[in-house]
């Protein structure tokens, strides 16, 4: 079984079969500043909800942003320590590319707050542009392409017709797998993309 967590957007947990097929257990909630409090729990939820124990989890896959500073680094701590107290490896994938997996051909947007975006162009599933920060109008949407992601649908104007989504865990699993699958390294590093908010001189 993997543990698949992002809390580049909503925090979000999904338990999925070796092959990331199928969510066996699942627990998510949107809450931007409580990923500290909240995340450990969703956890076991999830795990209680697909009947499985730490001796069955042969991975942990994080979703590594880009994502605002605390909220990744409150998942990408926790999965590095579940895989190190359950003696499995820990895997990272980009938050974007979980939406670009599953939808292909695709322009995925996520909140970056500060009236900023983050943003990836994928086609076939493969990031062929970012992730990048910028403000929406700054990013150039083509004609007829899909936008998708909670980033997208909070401005209208600059991304009409915007589909809601946030980075599924069963989707990052499945990326990690593929990955996995064709020899890469899937590093846990995160993607800020610009300094924290509250930073040293």
């Not at 990013?139 to 809601?164: K, N, S, T």
Request: aromatic share 6%; proline share 6%.
């Amino acid at each position: 079984m993997i543990v698949a967590i992002d809390t580049s957007s909503a925090i979000a947990v999904a338990i999925t079969d070796a092959d990331a097929t199928v969510a066996l257990g699942r627990a998510s909630v949107f809450s931007p500043r409580g990923h500290a409090e909240l995340l450990s729990d969703l956890v076991r939820q999830a795990l209680a909800e697909a009947s499985v124990t730490r001796a069955d989890i042969t991975a942990v896959v994080a979703g590594t942003g880009p994502a605002p500073f605390t909220g990744l680094r409150v998942g990408l701590v926790t999965a590095r320590t579940l895989a190190l107290a359950w003696k499995v490896p820990a895997w990272g994938v980009c938050s974007l590319d979980a939406i670009g997996a599953e939808h292909g051909d695709v322009l995925a947007v996520a909140d970056a707050r500060r009236r900023e975006v983050y943003w990836a162009r994928y086609a076939g599933g493969l990031r062929i542009a970012g992730p990048e920060v910028g403000t929406p109008a700054s990013v150039l949407v083509e004609e007829g392409e899909m936008v998708v992601g909670r980033g997208a649908v909070l401005y209208p104007d600059a991304f009409p017709g915007a589909i809601d989504a946030d980075p599924d865990p069963l989707w990052l699993a499945k990326e990690a797998v593929r990955r996995r699958a064709a020899g890469e390294d899937l590093p846990t590093e995160p993607l800020y993309l610009r300094r924290p908010d509250v930073h040293g001189a």
